[in-house]
């Protein structure tokens, strides 16, 4: 804290003056008081000598007072001569009508003291002070000094960078061959480690994959089997579809042949009326119903049958191209079983085309037996007795609550649910047509 005040004190800018008046009013003012009191003179001397140099210490130790070199041996000159005067204006002061011009002479030799003190002191002071020539000139041939050691290093500094350049080009260049060299043998051995790291790991992959491949290998010849008697259940069905088909075409012809005869026996066939009226009409009626019922059943069982196969072709190409995306993945293994599911699409192609001719035939037979019994009622209705009109089908039959057969001898088809992939004759569903003929026909004849 007191450095600080001290700093702050000697950097303030009337701190030389200060000084200055100080030292010479104590000084005029000391000499003063000793001329009054008539003190030794030696001592009133020595005190004025005193203070300038301790003006001169002061000034030299706080750095000369932020003054100048000439401004210090000025006030040191003035100083002095102050002194001088306070001295000869006392001793005038104190001379009187009783004084001798001796004590004034003395008075003035001791004055002229401090003024010779204050000369010499400004003289010392200002020959001690270095020349500003001499300190231009000095501090030029220094620079050029230091200029010249300056660019000597720098030369020195530019040899060495040189060498030091070189040198490393020359370490850079042996040490990069000697990298690419070290670089070269560790990516081999890092490439033989990685070799047998990647052989060590195949093995597992690899048996892993001998065993997925012997897995899938029976998982194919499995689909493949399954496939096969898919294959094998679609084609007998599609023969027995055939079969029926045939059938069915051979029991319609003969229905047809058998219908035409019994047209021409009832044309030529006198019934009496009451025999129309109470006997063969409900016979007829009752025989249409059958018809219709039969033709009903028929188309209901081609119907569950196509939509059988439907299912039945849905899961197939389901199954098909389930497996078709799986044998993709696998690649080499998915030959056989994809021919297989291609084979088995075509055959559930060729049976519903089956199903469809079926359904056709079916169709046609019920217009056949519909347009049978509409002949069969055309030529039984006499003609003084009123019945129905002969253009009325065994549809307006069918319009009538079903029941059982009341006809005797006839069998009607009772359509059962069948397992999805098992494929039933229809021999047992469809009834015997050639029967049926020979009974009606037997019926007639009584």
């Known amino acids: 804290m007191r450095t600080k005040k001290h700093q702050g004190l000697l950097s303030h800018p009337y701190f030389p003056m200060w000084v200055f008046a100080v030292f010479t009013i104590g000084g005029c003012f000391f000499i003063a008081v ?120 720098m030369e020195n500094v530019t040899r060495e960078f040189s060498d030091f350049r070189r040198v490393s080009n020359q370490m850079l260049e042996e040490g990069f061959d000697e990298i690419a060299k070290q670089a070269e043998r560790n990516g081999e051995h890092i490439r033989t480690i990685l070799d047998k790291l990647a052989m060590e790991a195949i093995k597992p992959i690899q048996e892993a994959a001998g065993k997925l491949g012997g897995a899938m290998q029976s998982n194919f010849d499995q689909i493949e089997g399954q496939f096969t008697a898919i294959a094998k259940r679609v084609e007998t069905g599609g023969d027995l579809l055939e079969k029926a088909n045939s059938s069915m075409s051979t029991s319609v012809a003969r229905l047809g042949t058998q219908a035409d005869v019994v047209a021409a026996k009832l044309e030529r066939v006198v019934v009496p009326e009451e025999v129309l009226k109470n006997d063969l009409a409900p016979m007829v009626k009752a025989l249409g119903n059958a018809v219709a019922q039969y033709a009903v059943k028929t188309e209901t069982a081609s119907v569950e049958q196509q939509s059988r196969m439907a299912e039945i072709g849905n899961i197939l190409q389901g199954v098909a191209n389930t497996t078709a995306k799986a044998l993709h993945v696998v690649g080499e293994h998915s030959e056989r079983a994809a021919a297989a599911a291609e084979k088995t699409a075509e055959a559930v192609n060729s049976q519903q085309q089956l199903i469809e001719v079926l359904a056709r035939v079916v169709q046609k037979q019920s217009q056949d037996t519909n347009e049978l019994v509409a002949k069969l009622l055309a030529g039984m209705q006499p003609k003084t007795y009123e019945t129905r009109p002969a253009t009325q089908t065994a549809a ?51």
């Open 34 to 153: 000793s001329k009054w009191f008539r003190v030794d003179p030696i001592l009133s001397m020595s005190v004025p000598i005193l203070l300038m140099l301790s003006y001169l210490a002061l000034s030299t130790i706080t750095g000369k007072l932020r003054l100048h070199d000439e401004q210090t041996g000025d006030n040191l000159y003035y100083m002095g001569f102050l002194y001088t005067l306070s001295s000869l204006g006392m001793a005038l002061y104190q001379f009187g009508s009783d004084a001798s011009t001796d004590a004034v002479v003395k008075n003035f030799g001791i004055a002229i003291t401090s003024t010779i003190a204050g000369i010499a002191l400004r003289i010392l002071y200002n020959q001690m002070r270095r020349d500003p020539a001499d300190i231009e000139r000095s501090a030029r041939h220094e620079l050029a000094d230091m200029t010249r050691r300056v660019r000597a290093e």
């Open 396 to 446: 307006a039959f069918a319009s009538t609550t079903p029941g059982p057969s009341i006809v005797p001898g006839v069998a009607l088809p009772r359509p059962a649910p069948e397992p999805v992939a098992v494929f039933q004759p229809l021999d047992g569903v469809l009834p015997p047509a050639p029967a049926e003929a020979s009974r009606i026909k037997g019926w007639f004849s009584r």
